[in-house]
């Protein structure tokens, strides 16, 4: 739906609105817009209720380090059992409507025209306002320093850990490149015998733990999905998916181990194969 469609058109009871990921989700390479979703089954006639999708809105997060949720829009009527004491009304403009002035026009007309009775308008924000507003609340900035923080130590820990511990056994063979060397083998060729052994056993290594981290996952139930604490699904993406997450980010931790292996070997196996093997053997 266009912005005038929506403007000019209430939703009727049995439409609703989409957010464009979870319309991929239902109707993945299809135009959404016109299909229809089944929203209740009779379980004793079977039958079946249909809704209508309409329109299509981008999706909704609460701060911008978040991903965004499953979002449905609908028609309802107002429950007047149920007293609030607050409330928030979402107002999507037109294209060619200035933020800024149109907040700046509406708070002191709201304030004048919209009150009834102990109900008024409390504050009038912008979309990006409230995402900075709840980000301070919670401290949002904080917390994702902190996880930055934590992350950049483990890798830097990672990193050199396995960067120390290749160099140190690749520094310990130094006799038998000594010998090796006295036999006629290249400089080449040791360092590649180097480093293809450091590969290879970082490797088995890498699918051991791997392996021992799946079972984990799956004892653990981590592959039955994600639903946040508010009950609501995030938008399934590869980082909701089990499968290509496990996957993404064990390739990441592969590649990591692999260059930290390759340069705590290469440049010690460098050295080392440039040692004359007489001197090499003499210091051994």
């Known amino acids: 739906m266009t912005v005038e469609e929506i403007s000019s058109k209430p ?17 993945p390479g299809r135009n959404a817009i016109g299909q229809y979703l089944i929203s209740n089954i009779d379980r004793e006639t079977g039958d079946t209720s249909k809704i209508k999708v309409v329109g299509l809105v981008s999706g909704v997060k609460w701060h911008s380090m978040m991903r965004s949720y499953d979002l449905v829009v609908k028609s309802s009527a107002p429950d007047r059992k149920r007293r609030l004491n607050s409330t928030k009304i979402v107002l999507r403009l037109n294209d060619n409507i200035d933020r800024n002035d149109f907040i700046a026009a509406f ?19 912008s979309y990006d306002d409230v995402i900075r507003k709840t980000e301070n ?36 063979r130094v006799e038998e490149i000594g010998i090796r060397r006295s036999f006629g083998a290249t400089r080449g060729r040791i360092v590649r015998m180097l480093v293809s052994e ?18 984990y996952a799956l004892k653990e139930g981590l592959d039955q999905g994600y639903v946040n604490n508010n009950g609501l699904n995030l938008v399934d993406n590869w980082i909701n998916h089990f ?23 290469l440049i010690p196996a460098v050295k080392a194969a440039s040692v004359n093997p007489v001197d090499a053997l003499r210091d051994e």
């Not at 939703?11 to 109707?27: C, H, N």
């Not at 708070?107 to 924000?125: D, I, M, R, T």
């Open 198 to 215: 450091s590969v290879i056993l970082a490797t088995a290594a890498f699918i051991i733990g791997d392996l021992i981290y799946l079972q």
């Open 137 to 172: 609340d919670y401290r949002i900035h904080s917390q994702n320093t902190l996880k930055y923080i934590l992350g950049a130590f483990f890798v830097v820990n990672l990193i050199l850990g396995t960067i120390g511990c290749f160099w140190l056994q690749t520094r310990r």
């Open 11 to 27: 939703l009727g009871d049995r439409e609703i609105v989409l957010s464009k990921e979870m319309a991929e989700r239902y109707f």
């Open 243 to 265: 499968g290509q997450h496990f996957i993404i980010v064990s390739a990441g931790v592969y590649l990591i181990i692999i260059v930290a292996v390759i340069t705590g070997t």
């Open 107 to 125: 708070k002191p007309w709201a304030a004048k025209n919209l009150c009834e009775g102990n109900y008024f308008v409390q504050s009038v924000l």
